[in-house]
């Protein structure tokens, strides 16, 4: 499960530099969709964590019209949860089963791991769309690639 651990301390550090690059850069925050895909990621990684902790998450929205500021909120809030429950997983909890519905109402089951893996994949996925939607209209991006977060974080000797 140290994978899953070091995945989320990546996914933090990923969205915080992104929110970092727009705070720095505000004419960023106005090319097209970047907010929109930022506030999807982070609205995405808040929806899972109440699926897994077993909460309605109907009543929030995927595709959410936030402020960077309010992004930034949950971003944070949704960092500690998962730090937190990235701490206590092991292989029996990971194993775990967690039935919820989707956006459309449909049903799945599907164990925890397997929901960690998809929170940050996901992310991952749409930051790259931010990063090019960026370098397209001549801002440059922040690199969140998994081995710049090794490296920053001196874990490459490990």
């Known amino acids: 499960m140290r994978t899953l651990q070091s995945m989320f301390n990546h996914m933090a550090w990923a969205d915080a530099r992104v929110l970092d690059l727009l705070t720095a850069n505000p004419q960023a925050v106005h090319v097209p969709n970047v907010l929109k895909l930022l506030s999807h990621v982070i609205a995405a990684e808040r ?5 897994l902790r077993g909460e309605d998450s109907s009543s929030h929205p995927i595709w959410p019209e936030w402020t960077l500021e309010h992004a930034r909120t949950v971003a944070a809030d949704n960092a500690r949860a998962y730090e937190e429950l ?4 092991t292989d029996e909890s990971g194993g775990r089963v967690v039935e ?3 956006s459309q109402g449909t049903a799945f089951r599907t164990q925890v791991a397997d929901i960690l893996s998809q929170v940050t994949l996901h992310g991952s996925y749409h930051r790259g769309q931010i990063a090019a939607a960026l370098r397209a209209s001549g801002v440059a991006p922040v690199n969140t690639d998994f081995i710049t977060f090794v490296r920053e974080r001196g874990a490459a000797t490990r």
């Open 47 to 51: 929806v899972w964590l109440l699926r």
């Open 86 to 89: 990235a701490a206590e997983l």
């Open 100 to 102: 919820y519905r989707n």
